[in-house]
C-alpha cells in the first residue's frame, strides 16, 4: 500500500545541496533511477527535476529502512529522510557526487511497473514509444532540461518586454475564419448550428485593433493554429512571441527585437552575437544563397555562370538559358576528394528540389567532371577565375530554364553540403535581417496575385504608384530575422490606410463586398483613426530548438503531435459521442477508414 507524505517537507531538490548541508537531517522526494543491493548496504539513486543523488541504507540504519530499500525498484517514487554525509567514494560524474543521504527513514509513496524504455540522458528508443508514454519520456534529464530552458526563456521574454513598455494582453483562441492563408481549425457552435469559430492562425488581426485601440506597445506569447502539413520544425498549434508597436516605423521594430535577442543569448548561452545584424535584401539573399533564410555559419555561395555556360556545347545549359533560366554553381573546398558516389548522392538530393539533374568539375592538374567534355580550356580558367575555385575544390552546378529552381535547389543544397563536410561550428550563431521583399507573389493556379506575408503589409512608399501599373515589383516594408538558416521570425509595417488597405484587397482578387464581408471590423475600425504601427512574431518552440542545438521541434513542446497531427499518448484526434453531434447540429459523414488502424500506422511512421 502506498505511503503518504505526512509529517515529511522535502527540504530541497538534490542538486539544490551544498556543503554547508554536511551533517545535517534533510528530507528528499523524487524517483528511484536505479537500486544496487549489496547485502548489508543497499545504494539507491535518487532523481528528481534538477538532478541525482545517491541514498545509502547500512547496518546503522533501521531495519525497517533495510528491509523497505530492498523492495525498491526502478521509477518507485520515494521519500528519503537522513543525515548528509561525505561519500567514501566520490563520483566526480555527477554534480552531487561528493555527498550521500544516509537513510534514517523511507517511505514508498508509489511503486511502478517496468517503464517501456530506460529514463535516462541520450536514450536510443523509437520516437513513436516516446510520444506514446511522453510523461515518462519528460522524466528524462534531457528533456527537463530543455523544460526548464524553454521556461528561463519564456519568463526572460515577459520580463524584457514589461520592462519596455509593453502591455501583456492576451486575444481570443476563438474568431471568425478569415482567408489569410494556412488552412483553420475550426469549432462548430452550438448556439449558432452551422456556423463555426476559427482557432487563430496568429493575433494578427487583433494585434492591430489594439493598436488602434490605443494600447500602443503589445506582447503576448501567445497560442496558434495552422492546419497544415508537418514537418521537423512545424506543429498543428505552436507558440510565438508576438509584438506590435503604434507610431512606429521599421527600424523602430527591428532595433527592439535585435536589442531582445542580443539580450536573451547573452543570458541564456553567456555569449551575443555579433552587432548590429547583417542585413541582405530578399533579392540579395535568393541571388547569393539560393534562400531567404541562409545560414550564414559557412560560405558557399552561389555563383551565376549563365554567360560563360553560354559559351559551352552543352545542350542541358542551353536548354536552360533559351528558356529563360540560369546555370549557377557552388565551390566545395576541398571537395575533389569527394567519390563519385557522394557526388551522386548529391545529385539526387537536388532532384527532390524539381532539379533535373547535377553537373560537377573538379580542377586538378588533369580535370575530373561529368560534363568535362564540354568544357575547353579557355572554360575551365573562366570558371576558375569567375568562382574562385582552386585545385582540390569541386564545382557543383545546377541549370534549369525556372530560376527559381536553380536557386532552391543550390539553396539547399549548399546547406547539406555544409551540414555533411563539418563547414561550420554548431555552437556558433549567425543571425541576420532579411528585408524589402516582394509585396505580392503570382499565383499560378489562382490566376491571380497572392499576399507573399498576409494582406495587411504596407509597401515601401516609393512603391506605392507601382500597384496601378506593375504590382509584381512592389517591395513591402516586411522584414524577417533568420537564424543559423531558420526563419526565427517575421513581421511588417501594417496598412493603417482604409483605401490602401482596400486597394491591397482588390489586388488579392477580394470584390469590395468580399472584403467586407471578410474584414468588416477592421475595415470599420480603420474609419476612426488608425496610428501607423507594425510588429513581429518569433516562433518561441524553434527559438527554443536553435538555442538548445536540436533540429527537431517535437523536442521542446511538452506534448508535441506527430506528422498526422495525432496525439499518440492520448490518442486523440478521437471520436465523440452521437448526443454531442446533435447538440451542435453535425451529421458525419465516415469514409469509411478504420480510424484506430491510422492511428497505429501513425506511430509506425515515427
Known amino acids: 500500500m502506498a505511503e503518504t507524505i505526512q509529517g515529511l517537507k522535502r527540504s530541497c531538490r538534490a542538486a539544490e545541496l551544498s556543503e554547508t548541508m554536511l551533517g545535517q537531517e534533510l528530507t528528499l522526494m523524487g524517483w528511484c533511477q536505479k537500486q544496487r543491493d549489496l547485502g548489508g548496504l543497499i545504494f539507491i539513486t535518487l532523481r528528481d527535476r534538477s538532478g541525482l543523488l545517491q541514498l545509502v541504507a547500512d547496518d546503522d540504519s533501521p531495519a525497517e529502512v533495510r528491509e523497505k530499500a530492498a523492495r525498491v525498484r526502478s521509477e518507485y517514487v520515494l521519500a528519503a529522510r537522513g543525515v548528509l554525509r561525505l561519500r567514501e567514494a566520490p563520483n566526480p560524474e555527477m554534480p552531487t557526487g561528493l555527498w550521500e543521504l544516509h537513510l534514517q527513514e523511507l517511505r514508498i509513496l508509489s511503486e511502478a511497473k517496468t517503464p517501456p524504455f530506460y529514463i535516462e540522458e541520450g536514450v536510443e528508443v523509437k520516437e513513436s514509444l516516446r510520444l506514446q508514454h511522453r510523461y515518462l519520456d519528460l522524466r528524462r534529464p534531457d528533456m527537463q532540461a530543455v523544460i526548464k530552458l524553454r521556461s528561463d526563456v519564456s519568463n526572460f521574454t515577459r520580463h524584457f518586454f514589461e520592462d519596455e513598455g509593453f502591455l501583456d494582453i492576451e486575444t481570443p483562441m476563438m474568431g471568425k475564419s478569415t482567408p489569410e492563408g494556412a488552412r483553420d481549425y475550426l469549432v462548430p457552435s452550438r448556439v449558432f448550428q452551422g456556423r463555426f469559430f476559427a482557432l487563430p492562425q496568429s493575433p494578427q488581426l487583433y494585434k492591430q485593433l489594439l493598436m488602434t485601440a490605443g494600447c500602443d506597445r503589445y506582447f503576448q506569447i501567445a497560442r496558434c493554429f495552422r492546419d497544415e502539413d508537418l514537418r521537423a520544425d512545424r506543429q498543428p498549434e505552436f507558440s510565438q512571441i508576438d509584438i506590435e508597436m503604434s507610431f512606429v516605423d521599421r527600424e523602430d521594430v527591428m532595433t527592439m527585437v535585435e536589442t531582445y535577442l542580443v539580450e536573451l543569448l547573452r543570458k541564456i548561452k553567456g555569449q551575443a552575437p555579433d552587432e548590429p545584424f547583417l542585413r541582405l535584401t530578399w533579392r540579395e539573399a535568393m541571388e547569393r544563397y539560393g534562400s531567404d533564410k541562409p545560414d550564414l555559419r559557412f560560405g558557399l555561395e552561389l555563383c551565376d555562370i549563365s554567360d560563360l555556360a553560354a559559351a559551352m556545347d552543352f545542350q542541358v545549359f542551353a536548354q536552360a538559358l533559351a528558356g529563360g533560366g540560369s546555370v549557377r554553381l557552388i565551390t566545395v573546398p576541398g571537395g575533389g576528394s569527394m567519390t563519385r558516389k557522394e557526388i551522386d548522392k548529391l545529385g539526387e538530393f537536388v532532384k527532390t528540389y524539381k532539379a533535373k539533374g547535377l553537373a560537377w568539375l573538379a580542377p586538378a592538374q588533369e580535370w575530373r567532371g561529368s560534363i568535362l567534355k564540354f568544357v575547353g580550356s579557355e572554360s575551365r580558367d573562366a570558371l576558375l577565375e569567375r568562382s574562385g575555385a582552386a585545385e582540390g575544390d569541386l564545382l557543383l552546378i545546377v541549370a534549369d530554364p525556372d530560376n527559381r529552381v536553380v ?199 515515427e
Request: hydrophobic share 40%; proline share 5%.
Open 407 to 605: 536557386l532552391d535547389a543550390l539553396g539547399h543544397l549548399r546547406a547539406e553540403v555544409a551540414a555533411k563536410r563539418g563547414l561550420f561550428d554548431p555552437a556558433t550563431d549567425k543571425l541576420l535581417w532579411v528585408t524589402d521583399f516582394p509585396l505580392l507573389e503570382w499565383d499560378e493556379d489562382a490566376g491571380r496575385y497572392s499576399a507573399m506575408h498576409h494582406p495587411f503589409t504596407m509597401p515601401m512608399d516609393e512603391d506605392i504608384p507601382l500597384l496601378d501599373t506593375d504590382p509584381g515589383q512592389v517591395r513591402a516594408k516586411a522584414y524577417d530575422i533568420v537564424m543559423n538558416g531558420y526563419e526565427l521570425g517575421g513581421g511588417s509595417i501594417r496598412i493603417h490606410d482604409r483605401d490602401l488597405q482596400n486597394r491591397m484587397f482588390g489586388l488579392l482578387g477580394f470584390t469590395e463586398e468580399a472584403a467586407y464581408a471578410n474584414f468588416s471590423f477592421l475595415l470599420d475600425a480603420f474609419s476612426y483613426g488608425v496610428p501607423p504601427h507594425g510588429g513581429l512574431a518569433i516562433g518561441l518552440d524553434r527559438l527554443i530548438m536553435l538555442l538548445a542545438g536540436l533540429d527537431n521541434i517535437r523536442e521542446v513542446i511538452a506534448f508535441p503531435k506527430v506528422q498526422t497531427s495525432a496525439d499518440l499518448m492520448t490518442q486523440a484526434p478521437g471520436e465523440v459521442s452521437r448526443k454531442q453531434l446533435d447538440e451542435l447540429g453535425l451529421l458525419i459523414e465516415t469514409s469509411g477508414t478504420d480510424q484506430d488502424a491510422s492511428m497505429e500506422a501513425a506511430k509506425e511512421n
